[in-house]
């Protein structure tokens, strides 16, 4: 059988290329198809994709390890139903020791779209999740992001796709669905997901010759100059010490990573979880941002014995993964750091733009950053030192003021100046 499409009713968004290098054809993944039959034996539920789980899971020791979850060869389809206009198509699979997906999709006058996704994964499965502290099944739900699919139209996205969720990524590929589907013919007519559009209209660049006596009405859309990064989502993460938060941290992320090229990821607070651990004299906040990247940033206090004691960052640690397999990319760490110093028992803060140079091919970026790990009370930073960067505040103040003392100068000259004059002209009057 040839490589196999596929299709679940679900689209995400893209992901970054880096991490998709070679998507399809050389893992063996196996794909599942479902071709559900209604009572006249006609197929009205199509469905051949591909997928894999990326699962973050704790383990005995308490760290937490992410696994890769794989579709196995001998997947059935048990309880898959066609729907109607009243009752949601369900496409379910299961797999392997315990594990089971399924999707339910409804429909309405015109389109088709998924509502929820359901994983039930076994933590049993050692071979899956070895040392994992707790066992047995979890399920989650995850709410379909993907917009409606005209009915009548089979959804395809040959490239990959990734859904995240909490502790888990659903990447899917080769993917081919029709719910609903008609006549018993699954149709002709493809809705294509956004990642196997092409990337962009041919960028023309506009000269202000053409830009002024182009034909509007015929115009194709304005190329976009290429956008740089946008400054990333301040997110909003804690630690917390039995039920008391230990950890305060307040911070947008920006990776630049030079593979071929820099390539600026921004971390999405959304998805992105933070785990670590608080401690007296070291404290770690370890942010997994469920599309690959991990961070840990260890913080520790500066010679304990001092009576004035300050803390630092010390360690600055990121692993890029495959998205596909979970394996790592690039992995880099400084732990020769010596910034972001504080008082013990005050929060640090940065407004501006700061950059943590890891190695020579990882740069991290911060923004907005409100950070104290130490002696958190009452789940609120404690007073905060500012960064010396962000006297630029005080700065400019200052070069106003300088700038108007300067200025009330000339006047005060200038009207001097002119009384002279004029009660020189008087006088020769
Ligand atoms: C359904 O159709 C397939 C081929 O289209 C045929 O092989 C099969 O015997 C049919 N089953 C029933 C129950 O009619
Ligand atoms: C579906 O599940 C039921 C009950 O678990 C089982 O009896 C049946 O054999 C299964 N059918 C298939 C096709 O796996
Ligand atoms: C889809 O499945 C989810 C999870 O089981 C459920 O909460 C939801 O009501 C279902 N949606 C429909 C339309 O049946
Ligand atoms: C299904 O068959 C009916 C009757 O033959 C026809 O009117 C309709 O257009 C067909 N629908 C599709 C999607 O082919
Ligand atoms: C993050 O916390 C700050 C206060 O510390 C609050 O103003 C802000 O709304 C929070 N942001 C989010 C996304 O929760
Ligand atoms: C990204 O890192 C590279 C190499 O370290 C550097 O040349 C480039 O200026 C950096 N880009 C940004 C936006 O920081
Ligand atoms: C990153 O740092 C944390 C805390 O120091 C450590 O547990 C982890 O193993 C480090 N990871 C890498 C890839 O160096
Ligand atoms: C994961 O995929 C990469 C990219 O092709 C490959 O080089 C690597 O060997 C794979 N690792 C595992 C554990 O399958």
């Known amino acids: 059988m040839g490589p196999r499409r596929s299709a679940a009713s679900s689209r995400g968004r893209l992901l970054l290329p880096l991490l998709l290098l070679g998507v399809s054809g050389f893992f063996q993944s196996y794909a599942v198809e479902v071709d559900i039959k209604d009572a006249s034996n006609a197929t009205c539920l199509y469905a051949n994709w591909m997928m894999r789980f990326l699962i973050t899971y704790e383990s005995n020791n308490g760290d937490y390890k992410t696994t890769t979850l794989n579709l196995s060869s001998s997947a059935t389809h048990n309880g898959s139903v066609c729907g109607n206009d009243t009752q949601a198509a369900l496409v379910a699979v299961q797999f392997g020791e315990g594990h089971s997906w399924s999707i339910n999709i409804t429909k309405n006058n015109e389109t088709y779209q998924g509502d929820f996704m359901t994983l039930t994964y076994?933590?049993?499965d050692t071979a899956v999740f070895p040392d994992a502290k707790r066992k047995g099944p979890v399920t989650i739900f995850i709410k379909d992001p993907a917009g409606p699919v005209q009915l009548n139209t089979v959804f395809v996205c040959h490239n990959s796709f990734v859904i995240e969720a909490e502790n888990?990524?659903?990447i899917f590929w080769n993917v081919t669905v029709?719910?609903?589907v008609q006549n018993g013919t699954v149709s002709k007519k493809e809705t294509r997901c956004p990642a196997d559009r092409p990337t962009s209209a041919p960028t023309v660049p506009p000269t202000s010759a053409n830009a002024t006596t182009a034909p509007t009405t015929a115009a194709p859309p304005a190329p976009t100059p290429p956008k740089p990064v946008e400054n990333p989502d301040t997110g909003n993460y804690s630690l917390k010490s039995g039920n008391k938060t230990c950890f305060l941290a307040t911070v947008g992320l920006q990776l630049n990573v030079s593979q071929d090229k820099p390539l600026l990821i921004n971390i999405n607070p959304k998805t992105t979880v933070a785990d670590?651990?608080?401690?007296?004299t070291t404290a770690t906040l370890k942010l997994n941002d469920g599309n690959s990247t991990l961070i840990g940033f260890t913080f520790a206090v500066k010679n304990a014995s001092a009576s004035v004691q300050k803390f630092y960052?010390?360690?600055?640690?990121?692993?890029?993964?495959?998205?596909?397999?979970?394996s790592v990319i690039s992995s880099a760490d400084n732990n020769n750091l010596s910034k972001w110093d504080a008082f013990l028992g005050s929060s640090y803060m940065c407004r501006?733009?700061?950059t943590l140079q890891i190695n020579e091919n990882v740069q991290v970026h911060t923004f907005n950053l409100w950070i104290q790990p130490f002696l958190v009370e009452a789940n609120k930073f404690a007073t905060a030192q500012e960064c010396s960067l962000d006297d630029d505040s005080i700065l400019i103040p200052i070069v106003v003021g300088a700038a108007l003392a300067v200025l009330i100068a000339i006047i005060v000259v200038a009207y001097i100046i002119g009384r002279r004059k004029s009660y020189a002209g008087y006088q020769t009057l």
């Open 122 to 124: 076994n933590t049993n």
């Open 178 to 180: 029709q719910a609903f």
């Open 276 to 280: 670590g651990a608080c401690g007296n």
């Open 168 to 170: 888990i990524t659903q």
């Open 313 to 326: 960052l010390r360690e600055v640690n990121v692993t890029l993964l495959n998205h596909l397999n979970g």
């Open 352 to 354: 501006k733009e700061q």
